[in-house]
């Protein structure tokens, strides 16, 4: 059982940065596929980015590319998400996701950490 732990979330000005990190345990970090998912108040929960398990290529939402960078630490088992030149509509709950490369049925969610882009 994979257990997902998301920390780092917070106030921010706008302009501001912030870096999330989220811990896994429970799994071999190297074969998950790790993504980062938010939810903003009154809307669906959308994907932001994702960082694979072989060879750590990456994808991102357009409204975030050239922002924020995802990156993990596979000797840590720590998925990291750097959010730069932050925007109010940036405000939401963000999520780590881990799916395991070969058994995508193997899907695990993290609590969540509070993200707040606001003067």
């Known amino acids: 059982q994979v257990q997902l732990v998301e920390s780092g979330g917070g106030l921010v000005q706008p302009g501001g940065s912030l870096r999330l990190s989220c811990v896994a345990s429970g799994f071999t970090f190297t074969s998950l596929h790790m993504s980062w998912f938010r939810q903003a108040p009154g809307k669906e929960r959308e994907w932001v980015a994702v960082?694979?398990?072989?060879?750590?290529?990456?994808n991102y939402a357009d409204s975030v590319k050239g922002r924020f960078t995802i990156s993990r630490d596979n000797a840590k088992n720590t998925l990291y998400l750097q959010m730069t030149s932050l925007k109010p509509e940036d405000t939401a709950v963000y999520y780590c996701?881990?799916?395991?490369?070969?058994?995508?049925?193997?899907?695990?969610w993290g609590q969540g950490t509070q993200v707040t882009v606001s003067s």
């Open positions: 960082i694979r398990a072989l060879g750590g290529s990456t």
């Open positions: 996701r881990a799916v395991h490369f070969l058994h995508p049925n193997n899907d695990y």
